[in-house]
């Protein structure tokens, strides 16, 4: 009885870790809150702003190459926006290598990763959003408002998390009878 009673208590145990170690979804915030303007580049230089995604959600991920973390994740992003993106939803994963957008670039095709290349290379969004480490990541609704914040790495293409971003567009579609 003792060893069953022990096997049961190692599998309850196991299961609690196992569950602990399971992405979460991001918390949305109790009210979507205003981001300031960034502008940063594209991969040819040219200047881009978040107002370039206006009328969907985005998934922005502050990152940089250098840091371990944010490199372990760049084929969840990528694989997720795959899964997701389109005219109502997109990631957007903002470096800030001082090296620039060719770093960025030699990094994605080593790995394989097909997201666009966007660089920050002064850090302006790291000050502006108010980040403390990389990689930090945002949700941004339609109208260009901050409706969550995770700070540190995640699995981005977890059931889980699809399915949270999806019910989050989902709603969307509901309130507005439309798909954004």
């Known amino acids: 009885m003792k060893a069953i009673l022990s096997a049961l208590a190692i599998a309850v145990l196991s299961a609690a870790v196992a569950r602990a170690q399971e992405p979460t979804p991001m918390t949305l915030h109790e009210e979507p809150q205003s981001l300031p303007e960034l502008v940063f580049a594209d991969e040819s230089g040219e200047p881009r702003s978040l107002d370039d995604w206006r009328g969907k959600f985005v998934l922005l991920n502050v990152w940089a190459t250098w840091c371990a973390p944010c490199r372990a994740e760049m084929p969840t ?66 109208d260009g408002n901050e409706l969550a914040r995770l700070a540190g790495p995640a699995e981005w293409d977890t059931p889980e998390m699809v399915s949270f971003f999806e019910g989050i567009i989902v709603r969307e579609l509901d309130q507005t009878g439309e798909r954004r």
């Open 77 to 142: 992003l990528d694989r997720l926006r795959e899964r997701l993106g389109g005219e109502g939803f997109d990631v957007v994963a903002l470096s800030v290598d001082r090296a620039g957008a060719g770093a960025v670039r030699k990094f994605f095709d080593e790995i394989g990763v097909k997201l666009p290349v966007f660089i920050d290379q002064d850090g302006t969004a790291i000050r502006a959003l108010g980040l403390f480490g990389l990689p930090a990541t945002l949700l941004i609704g339609p």
